[in-house]
């Protein structure tokens, strides 16, 4: 029987070995990246004061570093880059990001870390397309998306049998709702290729980024559903040449078992049960 393993409050866990991580040791390791994802749920306020704790971090190892957001679509960048250089207050910046229609969750849960991009003059990214694009693209396949139209995206690597599986998984399974009733159904087909332009998205607008002539550590603020396994950005971002990614989730179960191989680098042990706020 595969081991689980027992992961303290406070501590960061190699998912594949058991081992209890030393947090200097693991921070100046991960900041050698090219790209270090940071996995979240959206609604958990713990999770996202972890995402800024561990941004500190990796300012404090080195000058250059960049913060991607999923929740920005790629059109509203000039707003990022207005806010961190100080030309907008808190209510003009969430306005003119058209915070309540292009994300459904409270600006406080993130707040602290686009006042810790200001304040230290670190850039923000938007690492999104528009919203329209995952929807099309789902429904008709990229091959009948003009290029275009495409939102500067190119088209995503096709996904795996495990990542199909990983998507089934995570949705619901077999449940008797669902239309799909396997990952290989075509019926799950639709859903796949929306969650893949995401994935893409994200992976292009972090790629571009590393294409400045001296890249900055670019540090991604994204669903961990994109990020788990090796799935989602990950593989889209190796399939654009970029291959040192790192990826560290938030855990709050005291127990680790054999399914969280692979997972990711390393999970760090937040208080259980969850602080929400």
């Known amino acids: 029987m595969a081991p689980s393993w027992n992961h303290p409050v406070a501590t960061w866990l190699d998912p594949d070995t058991g081992a209890v991580l030393d947090h200097p040791q693991l921070m100046r ?44 679509p790629r059109r509203l960048q000039p707003v990022l880059d207005d806010w961190v250089a100080g030309k907008l207050d808190q209510q003009a910046f969430l306005e003119a990001a058209e915070w309540g229609k292009v994300w459904g969750f409270a ?9 810790f991009c200001r304040e230290f003059g670190v850039p923000m990214l938007a690492l999104n397309c528009y919203r329209e694009l995952v929807t099309r693209v789902g429904k008709e396949g990229w091959d009948a998306i003009p290029v275009e139209e495409r939102d500067g995206l190119t088209p995503a690597a096709p996904a795996t049998p495990a990542y199909r599986r990983y998507l089934f998984d995570i949705t619901g399974g077999g449940s008797p709702a669902r239309r799909a009733t396997s990952p290989e159904a075509p019926e799950f087909d639709r859903f796949v290729r929306a969650q893949q332009t995401w994935d893409r998205a994200f992976a292009c607008n972090i790629a571009r980024a590393l294409s400045a002539d001296e890249p900055a550590l670019v540090i991604g603020i994204i669903g ?32 680790v078992g054999p399914e969280a191989k692979g997972i990711a680098r390393a999970m760090f042990r937040l208080r259980h049960p969850p602080q929400m706020k």
């Open 29 to 72: 390791e991960v900041s050698l990246s090219q790209v270090l994802l940071l996995g979240e749920t959206h609604d958990r306020y713990d999770i996202h004061r972890w995402q800024l704790h561990v941004c500190a971090a990796m300012r404090t190892c080195r000058n250059d570093i960049v913060i991607g957001f999923e929740m920005f």
């Open 107 to 115: 600006a406080d849960l993130y707040l602290p870390i686009f006042h």
């Open 224 to 255: 961990r559903g994109h990020l788990e396994y090796g799935h989602g950005t990950p593989f889209q971002l190796a399939d654009l040449g970029v291959g040192r990614v790192t990826t560290l989730l938030p855990n709050d179960q005291p127990v």
